[in-house]
């Protein structure tokens, strides 16, 4: 089963929730780091030239309200080469919360294997997993995955996306928002053209949950190294600059549901590379 990690920040809780992680070649995931730009990297690698990638998603105790953010792989049948088969639902038992005690869901974007959990088969329909939640999702994103059919396909539509709507469980909604009062949508598109990150603000500490503005902690180093999965490389480059920085100028909490489990760390200056630093 996949772990879980509780964080606080400020009054708020931050649980980092494990659905499954892989090990991905490096040279596939990052098409254009070649073997000597990786050199300086070889912490992040495993023997065979493998990255770590989690497979996660976050619970937010905030305010009384019970906040998902994003819903993993999912149940279904994947071509990823999962380490181990995925949990999300068991780890958010563990965590002390049923699906139905879910307030919101929210998403930073509408990749497959962040949506994952929004459904699941029975009797051969796809039924709501949180179905008590309000699931809050970027108009543009929304409009940009439902626009063509390949892009329908690929966001696997008819199984994860369409019966959010019809059981009338979907807001969608632009730019800033507020999920709560300590738990606000701070867009940083280009992985995807709606892709948001969340910033959780409480008691003067503050925590950036960046999404896939950044998949690996290398890339906190080489902000320029976009994954094949990056729509918009040049704006995924600029999003991910400026998130870096103002997370190391805040001295704020990154928390990435792809980076090495629990997927926590700092930004910092050393030696005229910034890097990221786990605890
Ligand atoms: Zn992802």
């Given at each position: 089963m996949g772990r879980l990690h509780r964080t606080k920040i400020g009054d708020a809780e931050l649980i980092a929730l494990q659905d499954s992680w892989a090990r991905v070649p490096a040279a596939n995931f990052f098409p254009d780091a070649t073997p000597a730009a990786w050199e300086p990297y070889r912490e992040f690698l495993d023997a065979e030239g493998r990255i770590t990638l989690n497979l996660g998603a976050w619970l937010v105790r905030s305010g009384g309200r019970l906040v998902l953010v994003d819903t993993g792989l999912g149940g279904r049948p994947t071509q990823m080469p999962l380490a181990e088969p995925t949990s999300l639902p068991a780890v958010l038992e563990a965590a002390g919360a049923k699906p139905a005690d879910v307030n919101v869901v929210v998403f930073t974007h509408l990749h497959f294997d962040h949506t994952g959990w929004n459904?699941?088969?029975?009797?051969?329909?796809?039924?709501?997993?949180?179905?008590?939640?309000?699931?809050?999702?970027?108009?543009?994103?929304?409009?940009?995955?439902?626009?063509?059919?390949?892009?329908?396909?690929?966001?696997?539509?008819?199984?994860?996306?369409?019966?959010?709507?019809?059981?009338?469980?979907?807001?969608?909604?632009?730019?800033?928002?507020?999920?709560?009062?300590?738990?606000?949508?701070?867009?940083?598109?280009?992985?995807?053209?709606?892709?948001?990150?969340?910033?959780?603000a409480s008691g003067g500490e503050r925590a950036y949950l960046i999404g896939d503005a950044a998949h690996q902690p290398v890339q906190v180093s080489e902000s320029d190294w976009?994954?094949?999965?990056?729509?918009?490389?040049?704006?995924?480059?600029?999003?991910?600059?400026?998130?870096?920085?103002?997370?190391?100028?805040?001295?704020?909490?990154?928390?990435?549901?792809?980076?090495?489990?629990?997927?926590?760390?700092?930004?910092?200056?050393?030696?005229?590379?910034?890097?990221?630093?786990?605890?």
């Open positions: 459904t699941v088969d029975e009797g051969g329909r796809a039924r709501p997993l949180f179905p008590n939640a309000r699931h809050v999702v970027q108009r543009r994103e929304w409009e940009y995955w439902t626009a063509a059919d390949d892009r329908r396909a690929a966001s696997r539509h008819d199984a994860v996306l369409a019966p959010l709507a019809q059981a009338g469980l979907l807001d969608l909604v632009d730019g800033e928002h507020a999920v709560t009062r300590e738990v606000v949508t701070l867009p940083t598109p280009g992985h995807t053209p709606g892709h948001v990150s969340f910033v959780i976009c994954p094949g999965a990056d729509v918009d490389k040049p704006l995924a480059r600029t999003s991910r600059a400026a998130l870096f920085d103002r997370i190391e100028r805040e001295g704020a909490l990154l928390a990435s549901g792809h980076f090495p489990f629990p997927g926590l760390g700092r930004v910092a200056t050393e030696g005229g590379r910034r890097v990221f630093r786990a605890p």
